[in-house]
């Protein structure tokens, strides 16, 4: 089973409830070790909570067109089929905008002198290994660049073939744009963090918009920082018959203890229970 752990916005918690998740399976004794898949690769923090030893380092990136000048009449038709404005003809040269590219390969298949090959442009890598408990891999994106996609797609395409068996946790990218969409499209189940608050409660409609509505995935809710703001998000969920899994309260000390890069469910052992409870009741409600 493969459950995501989004959140409109970031700041919700939502790593902190991944990384319990798939500690909280460890503690299950089920045979297997459950795999979490850290996809939020503009600030891909998991790993701070597991200290993993990896064991796969591999660069990812797009496929993007070069032009061989020798070849190439400066027709245009290139620039012509290119809906991202990522290559462009001037005068005698035709000119490609790397970080613009999205490596659909359209350019290469018009250009009738087959004057274009495409070569990788590094965006980020992935890294795969094992912590204590869990096997765990994640991908990181290169600083400057634009397009998350590319390394999680890679991360995906490495950790999460179809025939996998058991626990795979994802902790998806805040937000509900493409990133997003690619982290959880292959997911059984999305837990969606947010908090009590106004914000909380646009950014959860975000969201349950995205998963719900547009990819059709079965949801549940963790309210984190409960205590905190109002009752509009337990109201919303109940009126969207959202479950709501689990309330974590605002805390000092788990804040703390999360501060020191120590796991919840290892600072507040108590909390290893909630968690078992809360992937027991997910389970249960994908076999109805
Ligand atoms: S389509 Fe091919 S030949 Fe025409 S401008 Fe582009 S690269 Fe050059
Ligand atoms: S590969 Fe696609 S996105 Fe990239 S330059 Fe060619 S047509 Fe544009």
């Given at each position: 089973?493969?459950?995501?752990?989004?959140?409109?916005k970031?700041?919700?918690?939502?790593?902190?409830?991944?990384?319990?998740l798939?500690?909280?399976?460890?503690?299950?004794?089920?045979?297997?070790?459950?795999?979490?898949?850290?996809?939020?690769?503009?600030?891909?923090?998991?790993?701070?909570?597991?200290?993993?030893?990896?064991?796969?380092?591999?660069?990812?990136?797009?496929?993007?067109?070069?032009?061989?000048?020798?070849?190439?009449?400066?027709?245009?038709?290139?620039?012509?089929?290119?809906v991202?404005?990522?290559?462009?003809?001037?005068?005698?040269?035709?000119?490609?905008?790397?970080?613009?590219?999205?490596?659909?390969?359209?350019?290469?298949?018009?250009c009738?002198?087959?004057?274009?090959?495409?070569i990788?442009?590094?965006?980020?890598?992935?890294?795969?290994?094992?912590?204590?408990?869990?096997?765990?891999?994640?991908?990181?994106?290169?600083?400057?660049?634009?397009?998350?996609?590319?390394?999680?797609?890679?991360?995906?395409?490495?950790?999460?073939?179809?025939?996998?068996?058991?626990?795979?946790?994802?902790?998806?990218?805040?937000?509900?744009?493409?990133?997003?969409?690619e982290?959880?499209?292959?997911?059984?189940?999305?837990?969606?963090?947010?908090?009590?608050?106004?914000?909380?409660?646009?950014?959860?409609?975000?969201?349950?918009?995205?998963?719900?509505?547009?990819?059709?995935?079965?949801?549940?809710?963790?309210?984190?920082?409960?205590?905190?703001?109002?009752?509009?998000?337990?109201e919303?969920?109940?009126?969207?018959?959202?479950?709501?899994?689990a309330?974590?309260?605002?805390?000092?000390?788990?804040?703390?203890?999360?501060?020191?890069?120590?796991?919840?469910?290892?600072?507040?052992?108590?909390?290893?229970?909630?968690?078992?409870?809360?992937?027991n009741?997910?389970?249960?409600e994908?076999?109805?």
């Amino acid at each position: 089973m493969v459950i995501a752990v989004a959140s409109g916005k970031g700041g919700t918690g939502k790593t902190m409830v991944a990384v319990s998740l798939a500690l909280a399976a460890s503690e299950e004794k089920t045979g297997f070790r459950p795999l979490l898949l850290d996809c939020d690769v503009e600030e891909p923090n998991a790993g701070l909570f597991l200290d993993p030893d990896y064991s796969l380092h591999r660069e990812t990136g797009v496929l993007v067109p070069e032009v061989d000048e020798d070849k190439c009449t400066y027709c245009g038709k290139c620039a012509e089929v290119c809906v991202w404005n990522a290559i462009a003809v001037a005068g005698s040269k035709t000119l490609v905008f790397r970080d613009m590219c999205h490596g659909c390969a359209s350019c290469m298949l018009v250009c009738p002198e087959k004057a274009i090959k495409e070569i990788l442009h590094v965006t980020g890598k992935i890294e795969g290994g094992t912590a204590s408990s869990v096997d765990f891999a994640r991908g990181v994106m290169n600083i400057g660049q634009a397009m998350p996609v590319p390394t999680i797609s890679s991360l995906l395409k490495e950790y999460l073939p179809r025939e996998r068996e058991g626990l795979v946790i994802i902790d998806a990218p805040p937000g509900t744009s493409c990133p997003v969409v690619e982290a959880v499209s292959r997911s059984d189940y999305v837990v969606l963090v947010t908090e009590p608050t106004p914000f909380g409660l646009h950014d959860l409609k975000a969201a349950v918009d995205v998963v719900v509505n547009q990819l059709g995935i079965q949801t549940g809710v963790i309210i984190n920082r409960d205590g905190i703001g109002d009752m509009k998000v337990e109201e919303y969920c109940n009126s969207e018959n959202l479950p709501i899994l689990a309330r974590i309260p605002m805390d000092r000390n788990i804040a703390e203890v999360l501060s020191e890069g120590i796991p919840l469910i290892q600072g507040y052992p108590e909390y290893g229970k909630v968690f078992l409870d809360i992937l027991n009741r997910i389970r249960k409600e994908m076999s109805q």
